[in-house]
């Protein structure tokens, strides 16, 4: 007989790299860190590695190993990204994994007409209306990138239509300081104040380094800001491999990670114990297009091979999944998605991104997101495994039914089918004379409408008294000191 007070529940994981594996690229990193250094294009930035030991040539910055190695001591292990409703803050740890879109698309289908046309004010309102209402995308970004607004002033845009319009976390972008400084005000006044956003930040700031081996200046001053004011940040990019870093896997990780850890001791040097994660967006090069492949195999697995080093070197990661090279949302985007959203549940990255992306990062669907949901929701169900107990066993019962038995009427049991089986709101079960009865509509048809639906029902908690307003006059102020003369 089992032990009457035993639990478990095993939770499915995948691993690319062994630990032996992780340690050889970590210190692989190292060397290269202090060998060939990292290009640093911000002054502050410079002097702070300096300041700590590292040999500053110009704009390249050589980092010994005790910088990085006080870096990963100093970060935290996991924090947590609230949104205004708290009961949807995501805390951000490995092997607790969130999904939610991508951002900077220049196209967007429109959900009108299915076509893409460029990016617009409204965009990211619908995307966030979207991902309030979906129940398995956690967080919230922009998944376009607004063309008709000032350019410069296109982040602070999307980040305003975002916060009205889910209480979902957000993780938003930036062109500059004085944006991260907008957006902070925006959230400080839906927040309740700065005390009150910095115990709880509704927004983390995601930002990008280019490979190989540079960080930009203005990256850097985003990071540096949002450091000093509490807010949680992302720090990600990856080479496309065999562009930007040598056509090896191993390579690409050693150069990703060489950026990752050099970002972070900035961070760290900036403000200890400031949140960040890594992320990676590490994919290969198509040998027909030389366009990074965002739908390969490859990139899945060089995303959990990141995720791998992250969780040996006790750092959060964002991944990637929910892409395609696909131009519209059809069998190809859906097989790139399912298995890219598996791999990345499976790996664990405690952060997963790019949910609703076509054409190699330049298209954002509203319909990708929908389907993406419906997979993300199988992905959930098999990654929360099999509990193990007295209970779940059920072995009196089985005795008491007995050989031949039936147990569809059993109470007992039938109260567990809502929380052991998975049902879907996207995906067809009726035999072929319902379906047909229905209608005969494919997973396209059913995907429309449970968009259109949402569009047309769906209403986000309000923002707090005022709070409309002041978002309005920030928007008004952002734009008066861009047309100050420098």
Known sequence: MIVANYSDRQTPQFRVLSDAQCREIYLATLDCLNRIGVQVNNAEARALLASAGARVEGTVARIPPHIIQDALTAAPRAFTVWGRDAARAMQIAPDRVHFGPGLTNTLFVDPETGEPRPSRRGDAALTARVVDALEHIDYAMGLALIGDVTAELASVYEFAELIANTAKPIIAWAHEPANVAAMYRMAVAVAGGEAAFRERPIFALFSTYPSPLKHTDEDLANLLWAAEHDIPVVYLGGPTVGMESPFTGASGLVIHLAAVLSGLAIVQL????????????????????????????????????????????????????????????????????????????????????????????????????????????IVKRIMRGVEVNRETIMLDLIERVGPGGYFLTEERSAALSRKETWVPTLMDRKPLSMWEQAGRKDMGQRTREKLRQILSAHQPPALPPGAAEEIAAILAQAEDARRQPS
């Open 270 to 377: 900036k403000r200890r114990g400031a949140p960040m994660a890594a992320g990676v967006a590490l994919s290969t090069m198509d040998l027909r297009t030389a366009r990074p492949a965002y739908g390969s195999p490859e990139m899945s697995l060089y995303t959990a091979a990141a995720v791998d080093l992250s969780r040996y070197l006790g750092l959060p990661l964002m991944g990637t999944a929910g892409a395609s090279e696909s131009k519209v949302v059809d069998s190809q985007a859906a097989i790139e998605s399912a298995i890219q959203i598996l791999m990345s549940a499976l790996s664990g990255a405690a952060l997963v991104h790019d949910i609703g992306f076509l054409d190699c990062a330049n298209i954002g669907s509203l319909e990708m997101l929908v389907m993406n949901d419906e997979i993300i929701g």
